[in-house]
């Protein structure tokens, strides 16, 4: 079971930390996905169990993703919101695919290799 928590309405240029209590903190694979409104879900960052990390290049930067084993938690931060973050954002969990980089193993950020799903957490950050 996956549910996320944390979502809120922010001024742009703030930040927020998303939290998604996972039974399945040692999945294989774990990621934030996001939904912009009328759009297609997309990935924001992923995680490997061992701790190889992937963020979506529109997000580098602004982007943390790791994971809290004493709390069984899949954590998100997000610096410097923008108004096009905006979007129902989603934790995930699953076997993955792996693609090898940079000497880790890092899970493929796509919807389709990821099995359990959260409900969801809003998102808004406004000008």
């Known amino acids: 079971k996956l549910e996320e928590s944390g979502g809120d309405s922010v001024q742009a240029g703030g930040s927020l930390t998303l939290s998604c209590a996972a039974s399945h903190v040692e999945e294989r694979c774990m990621a934030w996905f996001r939904q912009r409104p009328g759009q297609d879900r997309e990935a924001v960052a992923t995680i490997h169990r061992n701790g190889g990390t992937l963020v979506a290049h529109s997000m580098e930067g602004r982007v943390t993703i790791s994971k809290d084993k004493s709390k069984n938690t899949l954590d998100l931060q997000i610096q410097t919101l923008k108004p096009e973050d905006t979007a129902i954002y989603y934790c995930?969990?699953?076997?993955?695919?792996?693609?090898?980089?940079?000497?880790?193993?890092?899970?493929?950020?796509?919807?389709?290799?990821?099995?359990?799903w959260g409900q969801g957490t809003q998102v808004t950050a406004s000008s």
């Open positions: 995930a969990a699953g076997q993955g695919r792996l693609s090898y980089r940079g000497g880790a193993w890092i899970c493929d950020p796509e919807v389709r290799f990821f099995d359990y």
